[in-house]
C-alpha cells in the first residue's frame, strides 16, 4: 500500500497554486507601480484574473495602455454616469462577487486606496477567502484593517536619493554662463522610504508586545510565527514600510538594542530562527 503524502506537503503545495483574481480601481491606482505589484501578488499565488475598471474614454486614462497591454491586464469599461458618482467602484464589486459565487478563487487583491470597499473586503473574508489590500499611504484604517494583508504602494516606486555633493576640485575653475534660475529645470527627487512611510513611534513596542504575548518559557518565540502573528494583528504591518526588506533585517538594524535574533539546530526540526527581547533571559530552545 503507498504511503500518503504528509499533510505538510500538500498544504505548501496548494498554497503556491493558490488562485487569485486580481481587481485594480484605475481611479484610485497607478500605472507606474502594476509591475512591481504583480510581481508581489505572485509571492501569494497564480493571478488568474486581471481586470482594472475605469472609464477609458477619460483623457487621463491614457498613460495606462503600454501598462495594460505589458503585463496582460483586462481593461473594463464603466462609463460615469454622473458627476460626482463613482460608478467604477460598483463595477468592480459586482465582478468581485459573481467571480465569488464561481468558488473558484482561493482569494482576492484588491487594489484601490478607497474606502469604499472595505465592506467588499469583509464579505469575500466571510466566505472563507484571502484578501490582499494594495493602496496608498493614505488608505482610511476602516479598509486596511478589513484585509488580510495590505500593502502600501508606496514601496512599489523606485528610490531617488539627492545626488552627492562633489567636493570641489584644486584644479582651476572653468567659468561658466550663469543660468538664470527660473530657466533651469526643477528635478523632481524622491525623498527616502523612511520619509514616505511614516515611521511609526510605537511599533518597537508593538513588536516587542507581541514577542511576549507568544514566547515561550524562554522568552524566545520563532521569528516566521511572530512575523505571521505580527500581519494578523495590523494587516498593514511590513518591513519594508521602515526601510527594510525582512523583518530581522528591521529588529537587527533599527532595533539592535531592544531585540536578538539567534538561529539554533534544534532534534528533527532542523535550523530555527528565534528572536526575544535582551532584557530577557536564557536561551531559546522550543517553539
Known sequence: MTKPRSMSVKIESEDEQRRLAVLIDADNALASVVGALL???AKFGVASVKRIYGDWTAPHHAQWKSTLLKHSVVPIQQFAYTTGKNATDSALIIDAMDLMYTQRFDGFCLVSSDSDFTRLAQRLREEGLMVYGF???????A???SCDKFIFTEIFQPKVLE???LNP??????????IPVQSQPVKQVRKPMD???A????????????IEDNADESGCVALANLGSYLVRVRPDFE??????KKLSDLLLKKYPTRFLIEEKTLPNRGKTTYVRIKSGSGVCTRR
Not at 493602496?135 to 484604517?141: A, C, F, S, V
Not at 576640485?169 to 550663469?178: F, H, L
Not at 515611521?199 to 507581541?210: L, Q, R, T
Request: aromatic fraction near 6%; avoid cysteine.
Open 239 to 244: 518591513a519594508r514600510n521602515y526601510g527594510h
Open 195 to 197: 520619509s514616505i512611510i
Open 199 to 210: 515611521n511609526k513611534p510605537e511599533v518597537e513596542d508593538f513588536i516587542a508586545k507581541a
Open 169 to 178: 576640485s584644486p584644479k582651476k575653475q572653468v567659468a561658466k554662463p550663469v
Open 163 to 165: 545626488p552627492k555633493a
Open 143 to 145: 479598509f486596511v484593517v
Open 39 to 41: 510581481a508581489e501578488v
Open 135 to 141: 493602496g496608498r499611504k493614505q488608505t482610511p484604517d
